[in-house]
């Protein structure tokens, strides 16, 4: 391959660092083409990019890039395909679900939210990670609790308060 070629796909590696925040390195090797294309099909739904390259040419790329990946660089070994997503658990859950019926992709590290992960031990832990999204719908439930709270105990106690307020000025 030409010097030229492989800036180029440098420079597309590189792109797609800068635009996806979660990185996912795996090793499907051994796969055939039909399910390497199911497993490409599954990402493009769950809007993953699936990229198989070369490790001296992603290593390269994310030299190149603002982030510091490099912790993932021992992981840079064999075979190696990458996904890259911007819900930190969608691939994580998309390996775990495509290994029912396959033994791989392989989890070889994943670099997300700024901390990486090593191993294919680390895979129920990713899938437990909440999203960005997850985390914010949890945030806007714990603070609506209170007020849903407040708003129930004053409507419900409104004809409580009614009747303790008639009762007390009957007294007087």
């Known amino acids: 391959m030409k010097q030229e070629q492989k800036s180029v796909i440098i420079d597309a590696i590189a792109k797609d660092l800068a635009e996806y925040a979660h990185v996912y390195v795996t090793d499907i090797s051994g796969f055939t083409v039909d399910t390497v294309n199911q497993l490409r099909r599954l990402c493009f739904r769950r809007n993953i990019k699936l990229k198989v390259v070369k490790n001296t040419l992603l290593k390269r790329a994310m030299d190149q890039s603002e982030v510091d990946y490099s912790e993932i660089y021992p992981a840079l070994a064999g075979t190696t395909s990458i996904m890259l997503c911007n819900t930190g658990n969608a691939p994580a859950k998309l390996i775990k ?57 004053l409507q419900s106690g409104g004809g409580k308060l009614a009747g303790i307020v008639k009762t007390l000025s009957e007294r007087n």
């Open 97 to 153: 679900e495509f290994r029912a019926k396959n033994k791989k992709p392989i989890l070889k590290a994943a670099f997300i939210e700024e901390a990486t992960y090593f191993g294919d031990d680390q895979l129920d832990t990713l899938c437990n990670i909440k999203s960005r999204e997850e985390l914010i719908g949890d945030i806007v439930g714990l603070l609506q609790s209170p007020a849903r709270n407040v708003i129930s105990a």
